[in-house]
T-cell receptor, first 116, second 114 residues
Framework: DAGVIQSPRHEVTEMGQEVTLRCKPI?????LFWYRQTMMRGLELLIY????????DSGMPEDRFSAKMPNASFSTLKIQPSEPRDSAVYFC??????????????FGPGTRLTVT | AQSVTQLDSQVPVFEEAPVELRCNYS??????LFWYVQYPNQGLQLLLK??????LVKGINGFEAEFNKSQTSFHLRKPSVHISDTAEYFC????????????FGKGTRLSVIA
């Protein structure tokens, strides 16, 4: 399997622009997580899905952030409008039901977002 | 609520020397503990995990960790480090492995010096 795929790997945009980050989880995985990594706050959860349904979005910073999972093989994280404080590395991770015996969350390579 | 404390933000060590990266956790429920490694400009890779059973857990690349419930610790060790071990190491906790979010520590940057 190709692993978790994220695109783009790097994104530079100007303040006020809309940004869309994309994630393709590992085929057959049931859970999808979006994390954000910053120097100040470290790695923190933004939102996660189970079978395409959002379970917990309490980590989403504000209404400017939205996430969708229209099907089992694709998810997006959108920021509109973007602000310089959104600059961070955004990771997507996926996992299977624990009953399978696989307890690992598999991480994608991340998208480095810079908002100027 | 769960939390993880990694006591050292940076650890420099000479090549072939032993290293210990410290991790303490706080949780009111059963805990499942993980160590991940992040190489520059890459995603996170699982080193090892503790779910139950033996408190000494062996992982990839020669790393091991010991779960100590009384001290609420899960320190990572390697008897002899290599230059290639230079990376950021994250300790994480979950109350249900696999299907709930991980709570991460702030990370420890291990720098191996030749």
């Amino acid at each position: 399997d190709a692993g978790v795929i994220q695109s783009p790997r790097h994104e530079v945009t100007e303040m006020g622009q809309e940004v869309t980050l994309r994630c393709k989880p590992i085929s057959g995985h049931d859970y999808l997580f979006w994390y954000r990594q910053t120097m100040m706050r470290g790695l923190e959860l933004l939102i996660y899905f189970n079978n395409n349904v959002p379970i917990d979005d309490s980590g989403m910073p504000e209404d400017r952030f939205s996430a969708k999972m229209p099907n089992a093989s694709f998810s997006t994280l959108k920021i509109q409008p973007s602000e310089p404080r959104d600059s961070a590395v955004y990771f997507c991770a996926s996992s299977r039901y624990p009953g399978t015996g696989d307890y690992e969350q598999y991480f994608g390579p991340g998208t480095r977002l810079t908002v100027t | 609520a769960q939390s993880v404390t990694q006591l050292d933000s940076q650890v420099p060590v000479f090549e072939e020397a032993p290293v210990e990266l410290r991790c303490n956790y706080s949780s009111s429920v059963s805990v499942y503990l993980f160590w991940y490694v992040q190489y520059p400009n890459q995603g996170l890779q699982l080193l090892l995990k503790y779910l139950s059973g033996s408190t000494l857990v062996k992982g990839i690349n020669g790393f091991e960790a010991e779960f100590n419930k009384s001290q609420t610790s899960f320190h990572l060790r390697k008897p002899s480090v290599h230059i290639s071990d230079t990376a950021e190491y994250f300790c994480a906790v979950s109350d249900q492995p696999g299907n709930t979010p991980l709570v991460f520590g702030k990370g420890t940057r291990l720098s191996v010096i030749a």
